[in-house]
């Protein structure tokens, strides 16, 4: 079955500087990539989704990237404040017809500081 | 914005003891998923249901567990005999299909003691 590696685990920057979290993948038919923002107690809330027929796709100050021959993909946060802080998950599934057996990463803790 | 409901929002119960946790997906939506999240790890995908029956199941879901849609809005996940490794936040989700996401409800806390 599908395997998500996720790093860091823990991300500390200050407001206003960039942070990046990277996920790699190990089925290569996985071809739906969503990210998740969890808040302490709270619903997982899609922030960003790209598929594998594009390389990059950027929703203001969140990007995500892929690169399906090295079977890795991407967070790029931009001017971090500190609303984002919070576990960030991503995940991989085959979404043949809507069937979203996501298999997620382990998470990553963005603390951003004031 | 519509949003998938669920209750309760913590459940505390015995060893052994049946559980059922209910959902209410999204109105219009047609694929019904249970995952869920044991304390600081991450989402686990349990089972997926479409069309009234089970299109894909994990390892987790075993005999224990069951899934229904009883009428028209719920959906339910049963687990018959709790163990104290069943104890985690279970989310339930929804999608419309094509290419629309995945909303996850808010989870329900389940404590085995």
């Known amino acids: 079955g599908e395997n998500v590696e996720q790093h860091p685990s823990t991300l500390s920057v200050q407001e206003g500087d960039s942070a990046v979290i990277k996920c790699t993948y190990s089925?290569?038919?996985?071809?739906?990539f969503p990210w998740y923002k969890q808040e302490l107690g709270k619903r997982p809330q899609l922030i960003i989704d790209?598929?594998?027929?594009?390389g990059e796709k950027k929703d203001q100050r969140i990007a995500v990237t892929l690169n399906k021959t090295a079977k890795h993909f991407s967070l790029h946060i931009t001017e971090t404040q500190p609303e984002d802080s919070a576990v960030y998950f991503c995940?991989?599934?085959?979404?043949?017809?809507?069937?979203?057996?996501?298999?997620f990463g382990k998470g990553t803790l963005l603390t951003v500081n004031p | 914005e519509p949003e998938v409901t669920q209750t309760p929002s913590h459940q505390v119960t015995q060893m052994g003891q049946e559980v059922i946790l209910r959902c209410v997906p999204i109105?219009?939506?047609?694929?019904f998923y249970w995952y869920r999240q044991i304390l600081g790890q991450k989402v686990e995908f349990l089972v997926s249901?479409?069309?009234?029956?089970?299109?894909?199941k994990s390892e987790i879901f075993d005999d224990q567990f069951s899934v229904e849609r009883p009428d028209g809005s719920n959906f339910t996940l049963k687990i018959r005999s709790t163990k104290l490794e069943d104890s985690a936040m279970y989310f339930c989700?929804?999608?419309?299909?094509?290419?629309?996401?995945?909303?996850f409800g808010n989870g329900t806390r389940l404590t085995v003691t």
């Open positions: 989700a929804s999608s419309a299909g094509g290419s629309s996401p995945l909303h």
């Open positions: 089925d290569s038919a996985s071809n739906y």
């Open positions: 790209i598929r594998s027929n594009v």
């Open positions: 995940a991989a599934s085959r979404s043949g017809g809507s069937n979203y057996k996501l298999t």
């Open positions: 109105s219009n939506h047609l694929y």
């Open positions: 249901f479409y069309n009234n029956e089970i299109s894909e």
